[in-house]
């Protein structure tokens, strides 16, 4: 079996187990910021005699709760990427995700696996501004506010443009941020997973001559639906363990599949089944502002589709009407919304997706 790694190459340092633990230590001194004394502790973990790690999932949808995963099994996922992605030893891997959660752990385990050089930057708004112009940059993962944020300067951009490979995960992209990264240069990639996959299963390019709508799936894997449409994979490094996704996907290949939505979000309009997530691509590039499409009880339908949109302002009746009129050639009866609704701020995970279900509420309470 393989043996766990237990040293790292930081910040263009190489540690051993031993001075892997005093640096662990050291992050998670009090004092220190929250996202190193993550690190400090799941470097602890790792660390341990212990053959699994204790995970947190996000809660994008429902209450989070502690799982647990092999290392092995991290490692194997691990490896897994880097030979998919062309990952090389000695190459620099950007951590700039909190490591509490999968996604950030695993940057450590790959650097690990791979013997990569692991840096760092505050998980935070544009990670890039910090880096120095000299530091290169051959893979990273980010959230889509972070990629986001780092569009919006030349000097952020042209950095991110520089990253060899990129990841990006944990909330989907929408579909203006796509459209700005699709003529950018390097390897950029849409992942989809969770935490109960050790991140991602599969990929889909965002840019270049391979960019794509569909994910593929990584070498191993197997796909299928159930009877909700949702999707069910077999993960090899799982011990073939089927996990049963809220995933509602459109299969193409036996290896490639487009997603739709999500299964909790679903709106059932009348006997309708509307899926907000493919009525949002439909109107993202009409509404400037961030929203999403939720529901709200119906005595006639059951349910009905709304329009939250987020602003500090105030939205008066004529701009609602505007919206709603921009929008209507675009979507069908059924799928336009009923109400546009104005959230101040929408309330967000831990690991900053959007909280459907808590921006409603936050809406509900102010009616």
């Known amino acids: 079996m393989r ?3 237990k040293e790292l190459i930081f910040n263009g340092k ?6 892997l633990r005093k640096l662990a230590t050291d992050l998670a001194l009090p004092g220190k910021a929250d996202w190193e004394q993550e690190l400090g502790n799941f470097l602890f973990q790792w660390l341990d005699d212990k053959d699994f790690i204790h995970v947190k999932t996000s809660g994008s949808t429902g209450v989070p709760k502690i799982i647990k995963l092999g290392k092995k099994s991290m490692l194997t996922s691990a490896s897994m990427t880097g030979s998919y992605l062309g990952l090389k030893e000695n190459q620099t891997a950007l951590l700039c995700l909190r490591a509490g959660y999968i996604a950030g752990m695993m940057m450590v385990v790959r650097a690990m696996a791979l013997r990569m050089n692991l840096i760092t930057a505050a998980p935070f708004g544009s990670p890039l501004d910090d880096l120095p112009d000299s530091q290169p940059v051959d893979f990273a993962a980010m959230v889509p506010a972070q990629v986001y944020n780092s569009l919006k300067t030349n000097e952020s951009k042209r950095k991110l443009e520089s990253i060899g490979t990129l990841i990006i995960g944990g909330a989907p992209l929408s579909t203006a941020v796509e459209q700005l990264i699709s003529h950018l240069n390097g390897k950029i990639y849409a992942t989809f997973g969770m935490t109960e996959t050790i991140t991602h299963i599969a990929l889909r390019r965002l840019n270049g001559r391979e960019r794509s709508e569909v994910y593929t799936v990584l070498p191993g ?4 639906t159930d009877e909700r449409g949702c999707l069910l994979a077999r993960v090899p490094y799982l011990e073939g363990t089927e996990v049963i996704t809220n995933d509602l996907v459109s299969i193409e290949s036996p ?3 487009r997603w739709l939505g999500r299964a909790d979000n679903v709106i059932n309009c009348g006997g309708i089944k509307l899926i ?6 439909k109107i993202a590039a009409l509404i400037s502002k961030r929203f999403i ?3 709200m009880p119906d005595t006639k339908s059951g349910e009905v589709p709304v329009l939250l949109i987020e602003s500090p302002d105030p939205i008066n009746q004529p701009e609602k009407d505007q919206i ?4 209507k050639s675009t979507l069908s009866n059924s799928e336009m919304p009923r109400q546009v609704l104005r959230v101040s701020h ?7 997706k959007i909280d459907r279900r808590g921006s409603l509420k936050e809406v509900r309470s102010e009616l």
Request: no cysteine; proline share 6%; hydrophobic share 30%.
């Open 255 to 257: 290896s490639t599949f």
């Open 3 to 5: 043996s766990i790694p």
């Open 324 to 327: 709603l009129n921009t929008i």
């Open 293 to 295: 499409i939720s529901s």
């Open 346 to 352: 929408f309330s967000e995970t831990e690991n900053g």
């Open 221 to 224: 894997m197997s796909i299928a």
């Open 276 to 281: 907000p997530e493919e009525i949002e691509r």
């Open 14 to 19: 190489y540690h051993s187990s031993d001075e």
